[in-house]
T-cell receptor
């Protein structure tokens, strides 16, 4: 089954304790992206990657890191989480933008709480 | 600054009603506009629009894009309780590979 998986699905942690949220897709997609979703603010892009070893900042990259060492994986790293990073996080993937754009497939989401 | 504005923020209707959701945008070098449906989980793709005036249709849902006036509408006819969700609009630009989302329209359909 074609899908995007994220782990963990729920995470409660304390300020300053490094964490990683994994994302993996089995559709051979070049493009992968991380979003956070907050009430009233909608989905905001954190980082995205056009291919292996190529990553770019989205609209809200501060406090986050990513890596793309393999095509299928795109982990999100919070080196020193803070309470303002409490949010619902989505990973998404798609093929490279075609002439008209691209359809992104979303993972199930990770609800992160930082106390 | 690129932005996407959706209206209304929230909509409550009865089953069988027809609804129209709006999405207006400002983006440099527009490439495409996408609609997603989000229930209590991840967004799922509905439509991608790139050309003005060409309606995309899937069952009771349809959407059209106006690139001159910079907006799109999503129509849902004969609504059902299963249509209750947040509908998200997003745009992409040729200048960047980012996808910019609006804050969504929350639709509640009551029996």
């Amino acid at each position: 089954e074609a899908q995007v998986t994220q782990n963990p699905r729920y995470l409660i942690t304390v300020t300053g304790k490094k964490l990683t949220v994994t994302c993996s897709q089995n559709m051979n997609h070049e493009y992968m992206s991380w979003y956070r979703q907050d009430p009233g603010l909608g989905l905001r892009q954190i980082y995205y990657s056009m291919n292996v070893e190529v990553t770019d900042k989205g609209d809200v990259p501060e406090g986050y890191k990513v890596s793309r060492k393999e095509k299928r994986n795109f982990p999100l790293i919070l080196e020193s989480p803070s309470p303002n990073q409490t949010s619902l996080y989505f990973c998404a993937s798609s093929f490279r933008p075609r002439q008209g754009g691209y359809e992104q497939y979303f993972g199930p989401g990770t609800r992160l709480t930082v106390t | 600054e690129d932005k996407v504005v959706q209206s209304p923020l929230s909509l409550v209707v009865h089953e069988g009603d027809t609804v129209t959701l709006n999405c207006s945008y400002e983006v440099t070098n527009f490439r495409s506009l996408l609609w997603y449906k989000q229930e209590k989980k991840a967004p799922t793709f509905l439509f991608m629009l790139t050309s003005s005036g060409i309606e995309k249709k899937s069952g009771r849902l349809s959407s059209i894009l106006d690139k001159k006036e910079l907006f799109s509408i999503l129509n849902i006819t004969a609504t059902q309780t299963g249509d209750s969700a947040v509908y998200l609009c997003a745009v992409s630009s040729y200048n960047t590979d980012k996808l910019i989302f609006g804050t969504g329209t929350r639709l509640q359909v009551f029996p």
